[in-house]
């Protein structure tokens, strides 16, 4: 697989200018399968606990979860740092249990980004293709060629010593993408740069996926970061998937409580059946659409709740409820409320400040709360 030439494959986005699809026979390539895989560390301490999973050829795969879930164990183990215990990985359908980390056709981008201090720039990323023996031209020509897509070659003489957070950041995946490996390893690469860097980073890195077609499977603990370059994410806990799926599946239908929590604000609450479609909650009956069955847990994300005024509550609707704004938090493109109900409960509302003269609440001021039926989703306990 060149460089000048990989795109990636269809995934609903338009297709570069010029794109080729991949040929039939690089189908597999870049597929990721683990099954039953266990990692259990001295005393016992169960890192991962019997993972089955697919990572498609192409994807962008998160890995999310607090620390401590085994995230990271299970990615060193794709790369072969680790070595699990029980079951087998495949990487483009070639099992991987017997393969040291060297031959493996993967490269990982790690968090602090293992640069060698006495190499410039260019020699950095070159390191990998002059340990396989490419010849001196080919590896400067594919050098040079990362170097432009990522936009640093303008620094192919510097020491790592004189770059930015950013640019390190760069050098380390250019280091990873020159040996045009089938699959790509980040291990939360983005942790230490600043606010605004790590979210112009997030795009670009989503976007040069899409380009070059390779596989990704990034760790990280943020749950932003996840819902913005992902393709599908896994969210773990004590070394078990807990989810998997698309970003906006995961998101809207949470199949437990942690999920729900792990993933966004949340509103939560624990419900015994009324009858027909309503529930009994701790803030009052609800009406919902979603079939009832064995879920124990009610759910609305915060911006999914209508706020009114009082006075200017819509009449006949379901959810209705009044309180008083205890806490208004100004969080720029939206605005957060706490607000309490005459029980004493607490729903946390989100408003968009999409207009230029944005109505807001202040604390101590009475408003009602719509939580419409079709928002509030069943989970498990």
């Given at each position: 697989m060149?460089?000048s030439?990989?795109?990636?494959?269809?995934?609903?986005?338009?297709?570069?200018p010029?794109?080729?699809?991949?040929?039939?026979?690089?189908?597999s390539?870049?597929?990721?399968a683990?099954?039953r895989?266990?990692?259990?560390?001295?005393?016992?301490v169960v890192?991962v606990d019997?993972?089955?999973?697919?990572?498609?050829?192409?994807?962008?795969?998160?890995?999310?979860g607090?620390?401590g879930?085994g995230k990271?164990t299970?990615?060193?183990?794709?790369?072969?740092?680790?070595?699990?215990?029980s079951?087998?990985?495949?990487?483009?359908?070639?099992?991987?249990?017997?393969?040291?980390?060297?031959?493996r056709?993967?490269?990982?981008?790690?968090?602090?980004y293992a640069?060698f201090p006495?190499?410039n720039?260019?020699d950095?990323?070159?390191?990998?293709?002059?340990?396989?023996?490419?010849a001196k031209?080919?590896?400067k020509?594919?050098v040079?060629?990362?170097?432009?897509?990522?936009?640093i070659?303008?620094?192919a003489?510097?020491?790592p010593?004189q770059?930015?957070?950013?640019?390190?950041?760069?050098?380390a995946?250019?280091?990873a993408?020159?040996?045009e490996p089938?699959?790509?390893?980040?291990?939360e690469p983005?942790?230490?740069?600043?606010?605004?860097?790590r979210?112009?980073l997030?795009?670009?890195?989503?976007r040069?996926?899409?380009?070059?077609?390779m596989t990704?499977?990034?760790?990280t603990h943020?749950?932003?970061?996840?819902?913005?370059?992902?393709d599908?994410i896994a969210?773990?806990?004590?070394?078990r998937?807990?989810q998997?799926?698309p970003?906006?599946d995961?998101?809207?239908?949470?199949?437990?409580?942690?999920?729900?929590?792990?993933?966004?604000?949340?509103n939560?609450?624990?419900?015994t059946?009324?009858?027909?479609?309503m529930i009994?909650?701790?803030?009052?009956?609800?009406t919902v659409?979603?079939?009832?069955?064995?879920?124990?847990s009610?759910?609305?994300r915060p911006?999914?709740?209508?706020?009114?005024?009082?006075?200017a509550?819509?009449e006949?609707?379901?959810n209705?409820f009044c309180g008083i704004?205890?806490e208004?938090?100004?969080?720029?493109a939206?605005?957060q409320?706490?607000v309490?109900?005459?029980?004493?409960a607490?729903?946390l509302?989100l408003?968009t400040?999409?207009?230029?003269?944005?109505?807001?609440?202040?604390?101590g001021?009475?408003v009602t709360?719509?939580?419409k039926?079709?928002n509030?989703?069943?989970?498990?306990?």
């Amino acid at each position: 697989m060149s460089l000048s030439g990989v795109t990636a494959p269809d995934r609903g986005a338009s297709a570069e200018p010029g794109a080729q699809p991949w040929a039939a026979a690089d189908a597999s390539r870049g597929a990721i399968a683990l099954e039953r895989v266990s990692r259990v560390f001295g005393g016992g301490v169960v890192a991962v606990d019997q993972i089955d999973l697919t990572v498609r050829p192409g994807e962008f795969f998160t890995l999310l979860g607090p620390s401590g879930c085994g995230k990271t164990t299970l990615l060193r183990m794709i790369a072969g740092f680790e070595v699990p215990d029980s079951g087998r990985i495949l990487v483009s359908g070639r099992e991987m249990q017997a393969v040291p980390a060297h031959r493996r056709p993967v490269n990982t981008v790690f968090q602090s980004y293992a640069l060698f201090p006495h190499l410039n720039v260019a020699d950095n990323i070159g390191f990998g293709l002059r340990m396989r023996g490419v010849a001196k031209p080919e590896r400067k020509l594919r050098v040079d060629r990362i170097m432009a897509l990522l936009q640093i070659d303008g620094f192919a003489a510097r020491n790592p010593a004189q770059l930015s957070g950013g640019q390190r950041q760069r050098v380390a995946l250019a280091r990873a993408l020159v040996n045009e490996p089938e699959v790509v390893l980040l291990d939360e690469p983005l942790s230490a740069l600043d606010a605004k860097l790590r979210a112009e980073l997030q795009v670009e890195l989503m976007r040069m996926q899409k380009r070059l077609g390779m596989t990704f499977i990034f760790v990280t603990h943020d749950q932003h970061e996840a819902l913005v370059m992902s393709d599908r994410i896994a969210v773990m806990e004590r070394g078990r998937l807990l989810q998997v799926g698309p970003v906006l599946d995961v998101y809207e239908q949470p199949r437990s409580v942690f999920v729900a929590e792990f993933l966004g604000l949340s509103n939560i609450w624990s419900f015994t059946r009324a009858g027909g479609n309503m529930i009994d909650t701790s803030i009052g009956p609800l009406t919902v659409t979603a079939a009832i069955g064995v879920q124990r847990s009610a759910m609305i994300r915060p911006e999914k709740i209508w706020i009114y005024s009082e006075g200017a509550v819509p009449e006949n609707r379901p959810n209705m409820f009044c309180g008083i704004v205890r806490e208004a938090i100004y969080m720029g493109a939206s605005t957060q409320y706490n607000v309490e109900l005459p029980g004493g409960a607490v729903i946390l509302a989100l408003d968009t400040n999409n207009q230029a003269a944005e109505r807001s609440w202040r604390p101590g001021e009475r408003v009602t709360l719509e939580l419409k039926p079709d928002n509030i989703m069943l989970i498990e306990q």
